[in-house]
Nanobody
Framework: VQLQASGGGLVQAGGSLRLSCEFSGRTFTGYTMGWFRQPPGKEREFVASITWRGSTTYADSVKGRFAISRDNAKNMVYLQINSLKPEDTAVYFC?????????????WGQGTLVTVSS
């Protein structure tokens, strides 16, 4: 499995971004997809996940501002980020796991940097 994240960049506080992650190498069917982030000098943290059937989970810190979605026909997963805050600055990673009850993610992408200026 290969995961290619894109869409990061420099944005002002209050702005929006949409991150994309392309899944390839195996059939997309059944994979739970997740977004994680690693702020500068901090550990990686969970942001959001979406199951094959579309059930979503969010970290409390992003509820109401972030939205994860997927297009199973295109093997894509997205993270819409609104009302960006400087503390959202991080490298954002997409990840995949199967089966859905698995705690750890099997596969990781390379990350895309989001920088939020105040």
């Amino acid at each position: 499995v290969q995961l290619q994240a894109s869409g990061g960049g420099l944005v002002q506080a209050g702005g929006s971004l949409r991150l994309s992650c392309e899944f390839s190498g195996r059939t997309f069917t059944g994979y739970t997809m997740g977004w994680f982030r690693q702020p500068p000098g901090k550990e990686r943290e969970f942001v959001a996940s979406i199951t094959w059937r579309g059930s979503t989970t969010y970290a409390d810190s992003v509820k109401g501002r972030f939205a994860i979605s997927r297009d199973n026909a295109k093997n894509m997963v997205y993270l819409q980020i609104n009302s960006l805050k400087p503390e959202d600055t991080a490298v954002y990673f997409c990840a995949a796991k199967i089966p859905s009850y698995r705690q750890e993610y099997n596969y990781w992408g390379q990350g895309t940097l989001v920088t939020v200026s105040s």
